[in-house]
């Protein structure tokens, strides 16, 4: 018997192994797998480091009037490795358990330790930073807007506080235009009815809910589900944050009922905007960051839909809903789906509006129990302030054991502004070398076909290593019969604006020329033109998909695999061949029966 946890690394491991090979004779520079794994945890310390190092390092500078040029230009070298966004601390911050273990106000020094207060003894109790005086923190805080003016960019205080004085800075440039973009994938699951596309309603729109789901209706793309209330595609919204950091909404305006009636002071946007919405490339060219909602069905019958955009979207965490009656239903597949995939997990407890407290309470303590259980390991953090909200987001991707915990109200707009602050700031995997290589050919996952009146067939789908250019000529397949056939790339769209390339991590739609609409499906990939062409597999072997498979053996004596159980199992696409490769992660189910596992070998 092995635990999932202990299976998920190896897995982690072995993919990472085959997605990095060696280098070749033609590329001296970069380094060995070997060399890589060797390094890879201490990369990760030492980057830690060298951030935590910048900081103290900026706030040394801003506090001397003296060295403002020498800060202005730490902060554009900082700004320009970081992809434009840096989250800045100045003065002594709490150590996160005292964080995560804060209510509704930020953690205080009060009483006994008001009094015995001093910055060393601050240190030794875990405090992290230096200590500025209101004063000093005053004057630093300023020159911080100064700085970022100077060098074009945007200061937004995120969260202040004066016992002891501290606050937490976004700091962003900018981007050079939608190529830039910084964009997370958030693939959003839940039961039915747990709130899901009511939820990205008021999100994406700036508008609350009035109980009967109007903020959902926009979202819908089918009459039934309008008619049912009920998501059964995999729907796509985004939301646009600007390089001051405000949600983009189709008109900012804070008279709404919603804001002066103090029930969410975030709601920018009219009550029309209930029903309007500004277009996808009208976000993308005013925003710095976009979050690309992935909205999956809740209902049992399309778990096999909500599996598609679970392992096509490719999403930085993975957001699951509760109502606030209990985790019921497809929340808990859907939540083993989520770990079995090891995607950062975060949950949100939906409508806290309409259940009574001693519900909500019994709720909060089944989904402590569950994420706490031996098959998630995860340690729940309820989400209370700001500060919490704010630190969770830069922990909860590195740090896979802890779980940020959400109230959400749509009725009322409770939770929804730390929500969207933590929105705005979740690292995005684009700019992970390990995940997305860059400087590996080119291959790209096709995930959605259309063929769009005056332009030909259309392909979406994520950039998985390499870069593309409009007019790159490329290779698209397997077809039925395991062939890759030429074509060229017309034009290339990131969020409906159109763009000149795309790198990998990006998810991008492809224009293809001379290619008709019946000849592409899901599940094809599109690779960089070579003299020798790529081969497509029937057979494969893994380690316990795009198609239905047969299993053709396993090594297990018993010839059967039961939970806890490892094998080698022998596989066969039915219907044709498709693109893998040795290292791919393998999820398989039948009925409710769910297997993980990795493409360990190709066969003939």
């Known amino acids: 018997m092995t635990s999932l946890k202990s299976f998920q690394s190896e897995i982690e491991q072995y993919s990472n192994k085959q997605r990095h090979p060696p280098a070749q004779p033609a590329s001296p520079t970069s380094p060995t797998k070997a060399s890589e794994k060797e390094a890879e945890p201490e990369i990760t310390e030492e980057t830690a480091e060298e951030t935590s190092d910048q900081r103290d390092s900026?706030?040394?500078?801003?506090?001397?009037?003296?060295?403002?040029?020498?800060?202005?230009?730490?902060?554009?070298?900082?700004?320009?490795?970081?992809?434009?966004?840096?989250?800045?601390?100045?003065?002594?911050?709490?150590?996160?358990?005292?964080?995560?273990?804060?209510?509704?106000?930020?953690?205080?020094?009060?009483?006994?330790?008001?009094?015995?207060?001093?910055?060393?003894?601050?240190?030794?109790a875990g405090w992290t930073g230096s200590y500025l005086t209101s004063e000093t923190h005053k004057t630093v805080t300023e020159r911080l807007v100064a700085v970022a003016e100077e060098i074009g960019g945007h200061n937004t205080t995120l969260f202040t506080h004066d016992n002891p004085p501290r606050s937490i800075h976004l700091l962003r440039l900018p981007p050079n235009g939608v190529e830039d973009t910084i964009e997370v994938r958030?693939?959003?699951?839940?039961?039915?009815?747990?709130?899901?596309?009511?939820?990205?309603?008021?999100?994406?729109?700036?508008?609350?809910?009035?109980?009967?789901?109007?903020?959902?209706?926009?979202?819908?793309?089918?009459?039934?589900?309008?008619?049912?209330?009920?998501?059964?595609?995999?729907?796509?919204?985004?939301?646009?944050?600007?390089?001051?950091?405000?949600?983009?909404?189709?008109?900012?305006?804070?008279?709404?009922?919603?804001?002066?009636?103090?029930?969410?002071?975030?709601?920018?946007?009219?009550?029309?905007?209930?029903?309007?919405?500004?277009?996808?490339?009208?976000?993308?060219?005013?925003?710095?960051?976009?979050?690309?909602?992935?909205?999956?069905a809740g209902h049992e019958r399309y778990l096999k839909t909500s599996l598609f955009g679970l392992t096509s979207g490719a999403p930085d965490c993975v957001l699951v809903l509760i109502v606030s009656l209990g985790m019921i239903g497809m929340s808990k597949e859907h939540l083993a789906v989520a770990l079995a995939l090891s995607v950062p997990v975060v949950v949100a407890i939906t409508k806290t509006d309409m259940t009574p407290e001693n519900v909500l309470a019994e709720t909060k303590k089944q989904v402590q129990k569950i994420l706490r259980s031996p098959g998630c390991r995860k340690t729940p953090v309820f989400v209370r302030n700001l500060e919490t909200a704010i630190q969770l987001?830069?922990?909860?991707?590195?740090?896979?054991?802890?779980?940020?915990?959400?109230?959400?109200?749509?009725?009322?707009?409770?939770?929804?502004?730390?929500?969207?602050?933590?929105?705005?700031?979740?690292?995005?995997?684009?700019?992970?070398?390990?995940?997305?290589?860059?400087?590996?050919?080119?291959?790209?996952?096709?995930?959605?076909?259309?063929?769009?009146?005056?332009?030909?067939?259309?392909?979406?789908?994520?950039?998985?290593?390499g870069r593309i250019k409009a007019g790159d000529p490329v290779l698209y397949g397997p077809d039925s019969t395991g062939a890759f056939l030429p074509t060229v790339v017309k034009s290339i769209h990131r969020k409906r604006a159109e763009v000149k390339s795309a790198e990998a991590g990006q998810t991008v739609s492809l224009a293809l020329k001379r290619v008709r609409r019946a000849g592409v499906r899901k599940g094809m990939v599109i690779l960089q033109k070579t003299e020798t062409p790529p081969q497509a597999s029937r057979r494969f072997e893994g380690q316990a998909v795009r198609q239905t498979v047969r299993i053709l053996s396993m090594d297990n004596p018993q010839g059967i695999l039961r939970t806890g159980d490892r094998?080698?199992?022998?596989?066969?696409?039915?219907?044709?061949?498709?693109f893998i490769k040795p290292g791919m992660k393998l999820l398989f189910r039948e009925g409710k029966t769910k297997g993980l596992g990795v493409i360990t070998k190709l066969l003939p």
């Open 393 to 465: 987001s830069q922990v909860f991707t590195k740090d896979r054991s802890v779980c940020p915990v959400f109230l959400l109200s749509n009725v009322t707009g409770d939770g929804l502004e730390m929500f969207r602050t933590f929105l705005n700031l979740i690292p995005s995997s684009e700019g992970d070398q390990n995940k997305y290589p860059v400087d590996q050919p080119l291959e790209y996952a096709i995930t959605e076909v259309w063929s769009v009146p005056h332009v030909g067939t259309v392909v979406n789908g994520l950039l998985a290593s």
């Open 567 to 578: 094998a080698t199992v022998e596989f066969e696409f039915l219907t044709q061949p498709e």
């Open 186 to 296: 958030v693939a959003v699951v839940g039961n039915v009815d747990s709130g899901k596309s009511t939820t990205l309603g008021v999100l994406t729109r700036g508008a609350l809910d009035d109980g009967r789901g109007k903020a959902r209706v926009g979202l819908f793309r089918h009459k039934h589900e309008v008619e049912t209330g009920r998501t059964s595609s995999v729907g796509m919204e985004i939301l646009g944050f600007s390089p001051d950091g405000r949600p983009i909404y189709p008109a900012y305006h804070v008279g709404t009922a919603e804001a002066t009636s103090g029930y969410d002071k975030t709601a920018f946007a009219p009550a029309t905007a209930r029903r309007e919405k500004l277009g996808w490339d009208e976000i993308s060219m005013q925003a710095s960051r976009v979050v690309s909602f992935i909205d999956l």
């Open 58 to 124: 900026l706030q040394s500078l801003l506090a001397n009037e003296a060295t403002q040029a020498q800060a202005r230009d730490l902060l554009a070298s900082i700004l320009l490795q970081s992809k434009g966004e840096f989250v800045l601390y100045l003065g002594l911050h709490p150590p996160l358990p005292q964080v995560w273990a804060s209510d509704e106000k930020p953690v205080t020094l009060d009483g006994e330790a008001a009094n015995d207060f001093s910055p060393e003894k601050a240190v030794e």
